[in-house]
């Protein structure tokens, strides 16, 4: 079983296909490593990918210290994945937790993404919502290791972004809730505590990330109600993001519309090795809808 040895000793699986330019996968908190087959099957054709399971989620190792767990080392993760694979610099695709640590690792580690895909990003992020999110996260902790894994992720499974993938793709969404209910209750407990309770809000960041220019491109779908505000925040504030919506969609993006988010995904991915991803052009964010200057 491949494995690779974080700085704090921590194992964390992974799996590899493809050659080419590499891509790694973040996998969601309600997700794993398995999250992405359809992109890794796709591609593969043309690019080395990576997908591997972070701390907390089997067969990656569940360290016990509460402390192993934040959204700097979750950064610091996909840089021990990349040193140890001999990967210098890579694109990311990540969804949800996985795309917050993607945009973490772009603050904290100059020169190491060649692009970022963040899909389904920030829910909980706007201040708003701060203390409501807070309460939730503390909730989720306590019913894992209350009630167990698979009661709490027939509450997580059934909730409301997840009601489209269930709506359009029944058989997809018993695999996501099987494989969600194989996932350690006490990684998980762990995690929502360690990164998601105590992540920065998105909002707080404003300054660092509008300094970012590693090109970006932000995915929500329409449906995925607590990312609709964050991902417009990050396509006004990062001058190299751009904004695709999916219609219909709620937030298990990558499953819900494969084809359309792995042809959107390609697509940037092409136009980034093009060199053609250029920052916002400022005019575009001038106030007046008709007048140039």
Not at 131 to 156: I, N, S, V, W
Not at 168 to 175: A, F, T, V
């Amino acid at each position: 079983m491949p494995k690779i040895v974080t700085d704090d000793g921590v194992n964390l699986y992974y799996e590899e296909c493809g050659t080419g330019t590499p891509i790694v996968f973040l996998h969601e908190f309600g997700g794993n490593y398995r999250s992405w087959e359809p992109q890794m099957r796709y591609f593969a054709r043309r690019h080395r990918c990576v997908a591997y399971a972070a701390r907390g989620f089997p067969p990656s190792d569940v360290p016990a210290d509460p402390e192993a767990y934040s959204e700097d080392r979750a950064a610091d993760d996909i840089v021990a994945v990349l040193r140890a694979l001999n990967i210098d610099q890579a694109h990311l695709v990540g969804l949800s937790m996985g795309s917050t640590a993607a945009l973490n690792l772009a603050r904290r580690h100059d020169g190491v993404t060649l692009s970022i895909t963040a899909a389904g990003v920030g829910s909980g992020a706007s201040p708003d919502l701060k203390a409501k999110f807070h309460a939730e996260t503390e909730a989720m902790a306590e019913a894992l290791r209350q009630d167990g894994m698979q009661a709490a992720a027939e509450r997580y499974a059934n909730g409301p972004t997840r009601a489209q993938l269930r709506y359009k793709d029944p058989r997809g969404w018993q695999e996501f809730y099987e494989q969600l209910v194989e996932h350690s209750a006490e990684g998980s407990a762990l995690t929502m505590l360690g990164v998601q309770r105590r992540r920065d809000s998105l909002y707080d960041l404003a300054e660092p990330l509008s300094r970012l220019r590693v090109p970006i491109l932000v995915i929500a779908g329409d449906e995925d109600e607590p990312t609709l505000d964050v991902s417009l925040f990050l396509k006004r504030t990062i001058p190299s993001c751009g904004l695709a919506m999916f219609p219909r969609t709620g937030h298990t993006i990558n499953l819900e519309e494969p084809d359309l988010f792995n042809r959107t995904v390609e697509d940037f991915i092409a136009t980034v090795e093009a060199g053609r991803w250029n920052p916002r052009d400022t005019e575009a964010a001038r106030a007046s809808v008709m007048f140039g200057r």
